[in-house]
């Protein structure tokens, strides 16, 4: 699953769901009583810019 940067605005973070791999706003997740998936897993992980960075050799 790719998550484009355009979509996420600056300050938004987006977790994915360990288990079924949902990708969850910060502002979802808070407007929730407890921090679940809806498939009922509790662990999330922040989801990666796909950004990749060049560095020159020496």
């Known amino acids: 699953m ?6 996420n605005p600056v ?5 994915e769901c360990m288990r079924c791999g949902t990708p969850v ?4 997740l808070s407007k929730l009583p407890e921090i679940k998936c809806i498939c009922g897993f509790r662990v999330f992980r ?7 960075k060049q ?3 020496i």
């Open 2 to 7: 790719m998550i484009v940067a355009s979509e």
């Open 11 to 15: 300050g938004n973070v987006i977790y």
């Open 25 to 28: 706003t910060n502002e979802e």
């Open 46 to 52: 922040k989801a990666r810019q796909p950004i990749v």
């Open 55 to 57: 560095v020159k050799a």
